[in-house]
């Protein structure tokens, strides 16, 4: 399962989906318990990046980067 889950950041919603219903049911309870212990991580991830996207999402911040 690890090989699918890493490739799963390039796919889209449905895909993920799609791999999900296909996984044997073991597998999608041992994603079930991995997604519950990184609750917590994900969603302050999500909250950080809404908070900085202010500022990542500016054009004075494009202006600063695009030499780089």
């Known amino acids: 399962m690890g090989k699918v889950l890493g490739k799963l950041a390039t ?3 449905e895909e993920i989906i799609e791999v999900i219903e ?11 318990e991995r997604i519950g212990s990184n609750r917590d991580e994900l969603g302050i991830s999500l909250a950080s990046e809404q908070s900085l996207a202010k500022d990542w999402l500016s054009t004075e911040e494009d202006q600063a980067w695009k030499n780089l």
Not at 22 to 32: A, R, T, W
């Open 22 to 32: 296909k996984l044997p049911s073991k597998d999608k309870i041992e994603l079930l």
């Open 11 to 13: 796919y889209t919603l």
